[in-house]
């Protein structure tokens, strides 16, 4: 069985920073691609971040030059470096990964941790 468990949310003034944390656990061979995604009230889940095994990275537009996304492949962790947060970054965050657990390669998420940007 695999986990995936968030931390570091919470409430921070506009332009301010956060540092999300996700750590993986369980029955992992490896993991391919990690992200993170938000939904925002009344919206659809929408992709942050993402980086594959190789450490590359992708950005969704609206956070670009604020963001960092990183990887430790050694400790399965992923995390978010947030800065500049803007109130429209409010949301509950979600870490997900790609995980072979050597019986199969599936998707897995996390519980969600909250972000409120107050302005």
């Known amino acids: 069985q695999v986990h995936l468990v968030e931390s570091g949310g919470g409430l921070v003034q506009a332009g301010g920073s956060l540092r999300l944390s996700c750590v993986a656990s369980g029955s992992i061979v490896s993991i391919n691609v990690m992200a993170w995604y938000r939904q925002a009230p009344g919206k659809q889940r929408e992709l942050v971040a993402s980086?594959?095994?190789?450490?590359?990275?992708l950005y969704a537009d609206s956070v670009k030059g604020r963001f960092t996304i990183s990887r430790d492949n050694t400790k399965n962790t992923l995390d978010l470096q947030m800065n500049s947060l803007k109130p429209e970054d409010t949301a509950v965050y979600y870490c997900?990964?790609?995980?072979?657990?050597?019986?199969?390669?599936?998707?897995?998420w996390g519980q969600g941790t909250q972000v409120t940007v107050s302005s």
């Open positions: 980086t594959n095994a190789d450490r590359s990275t």
């Open positions: 997900n990964a790609d995980i072979n657990t050597g019986r199969s390669l599936r998707s897995y």
